[in-house]
């Protein structure tokens, strides 16, 4: 019997890369009639290092993901997939999306681009893809290709 997944979790950060691995978990979702959990991780540890810390740079990068989940959902239903919901997180990415999310909401697949918008992070405590891939409760999909499965290539502005 193949496998079919029923609870996919898919990380956006507003990167290309994250974009692609929503488009291709529409697909995934709407061959395997399952349900899409799209997810934003606000990381707080961001801003404990800022003296001037003001609630209001959260509620802005907050505001902003929430607009571009809210895209993503109109988008995936134009598509044909009514199963979608999205919640934005706070804490640190890696664990939210290796454990927390995948334990609460039962999930058995996480698509995840295969690099996100932090290269500072990438370089000095490693990327959260790559976290996730070594830690996630459940299957990782890496999306390293567009939808035509060529090498992505971030478009040119």
Do not use: W
């Not at 707080?44 to 989940?69: C, G, H, P, W, Y």
């Not at 959902?73 to 598509?79: K, L, N, P």
């Not at 890696?94 to 697949?109: E, G, T």
């Amino acid at each position: 019997m193949l496998q079919q997944y029923k609870q996919i979790l898919v990380p956006v950060d507003g990167s290309y890369e994250a974009e692609l691995a929503f488009k291709k978990a529409v697909a995934v979702a709407i061959r395997n009639q399952a349900t899409i959990h799209l997810v934003h991780v606000v990381d707080t540890r961001a801003f404990q290092n800022i003296s001037s810390f003001d609630t209001s740079m959260v509620e802005q990068v907050t505001d902003t993901a929430k607009e571009t989940l809210e895209k993503y959902v109109q988008e995936a239903h134009q598509a044909g997939l009514k199963d979608i919901d999205y919640s934005i997180e706070y804490g640190a990415p890696k664990s939210v999306i290796a454990k927390d999310l995948p334990r609460n909401l039962h999930i058995d697949l996480i698509m995840i681009g295969a690099t996100g918008l932090n290269a500072v992070e990438r370089l000095l405590i490693g990327s959260v893809t790559e976290f996730v891939t070594r830690t996630a409760l459940c299957d990782v999909l890496v999306v390293r290709t567009d939808l035509d499965n060529q090498p992505a290539k971030k478009p040119e502005n």
